[in-house]
């Protein structure tokens, strides 16, 4: 059972997505969570993506499941989606990749509802088998279906719930019971996608943030240089990109893959070079 509160003394060890944030703190690092698209720009160039960005030093990877009507994503996640199914890319087709990256680090399934129902019931034990650790819907506010929310929480994946800035400090901790793993708090409102600049008002969101939970926080949505990523994560305990990796992996991997890199160095205090 994946919820908050799921660890009792028969457990052998915590959850992957909990230990990773252990290691981190143990070492004085901060998470860095990398978004790809399965199946994007093509599944083998996907499945190269998804290794190397390990290797660059992603703590935690969201495999974007494709889906037709993408509508909390911006124009490069939303091609990149298109892309995918175009090429036959699927909920199943996605579970492959993962299986076949077979990383080291834990893997989040990022995804809408209805792919995620589409599926079938046994979706989640689907994925777990195949190697993933967690579960964010976008599409699936807390209290939104209690059932199937309560069916999401006691399955074998974390269960990552989204916090906006707007959100009341009431419901940030209703939010936050309700998750497992860590919460994603959105940077900004509106849809993903790179931006220049990070919000004035992050830091109090994250300090009201803390005040409503003890599991990691982490930022996402408009992350897009490393300068952005060491000034958000000097607040939170780790942070989210996605469009910016997205962009550069349709042209090329490799690039992509040394994106990352250069945030995990900038992260770590390490010079980047320009």
């Keep these: 059972m994946a919820s908050a509160s799921a660890t009792t003394s028969s457990d052998p060890?915590?959850?992957?997505?909990?230990?990773?944030?252990?290691?981190?703190?143990?070492?004085?690092?901060?998470?860095?969570?990398?978004?790809v698209t399965a199946g994007h720009p093509d599944r083998a160039r996907s499945l190269a993506l998804i290794r190397g960005v390990?290797?660059?030093?992603?703590?935690?990877?969201?495999?974007?499941?494709?889906?037709?009507?993408?509508?909390?994503?911006?124009?490069?996640?939303?091609?990149?989606?298109q892309r995918a199914l175009e090429q036959g890319m699927?909920?199943?087709?996605?579970?492959?990749?993962?299986?076949?990256?077979?990383?080291?680090v834990p893997v989040v399934l990022f995804t809408y509802i209805n792919p995620l129902l589409a599926a079938g019931a046994d979706a989640l034990d689907r994925a777990a088998a195949a190697g993933a650790s967690g579960l964010l819907v976008t599409d699936l506010p807390v209290g939104a279906d209690p059932a199937?929310?309560?069916?999401?929480?006691?399955?074998?994946?974390?269960?990552?719930?989204?916090?906006?800035?707007?959100?009341?400090?009431?419901?940030?901790?209703?939010?936050?019971?309700?998750?497992?793993?860590?919460?994603y708090l959105i940077s900004r409102l509106g849809v993903t996608g790179a931006r220049d600049d990070v919000s004035a008002e992050l830091p109090a969101t994250i300090l009201r943030l803390r005040t409503a939970t003890t599991l990691p926080i982490c930022v996402g949505f408009?992350?897009?240089?490393?300068d952005q990523a060491v000034a958000v994560s000097r607040f939170a305990d780790g942070i989210a990109v996605?469009?910016?990796?997205?962009?550069?992996?349709?042209?090329?991997?490799?690039?992509?893959?040394?994106?990352?890199?250069?945030?995990?160095?900038?992260m770590d205090g390490k010079t980047v070079a320009r």
């Design 222 to 226: 408009g992350i897009s240089h490393p």
């Design 13 to 35: 060890l915590p959850a992957p997505i909990a230990q990773r944030f252990a290691a981190l703190a143990q070492r004085g690092r901060k998470a860095l969570v990398v978004y």
């Design 242 to 266: 996605g469009s910016a990796v997205v962009r550069r992996a349709g042209e090329n991997v490799e690039d992509a893959v040394e994106f990352v890199g250069e945030l995990r160095r900038a």
């Design 148 to 183: 199937l929310e309560a069916r999401f929480a006691a399955g074998p994946l974390d269960f990552v719930r989204l916090v906006a800035p707007t959100t009341p400090s009431d419901r940030m901790a209703d939010i936050a019971r309700h998750g497992s793993g860590f919460v």
């Design 90 to 104: 699927t909920f199943d087709g996605a579970l492959g990749l993962i299986a076949d990256a077979a990383v080291d």
């Design 54 to 81: 390990a290797r660059a030093g992603a703590d935690i990877i969201e495999i974007g499941i494709p889906f037709s009507d993408p509508l909390a994503d911006g124009p490069v996640i939303q091609a990149s989606s």
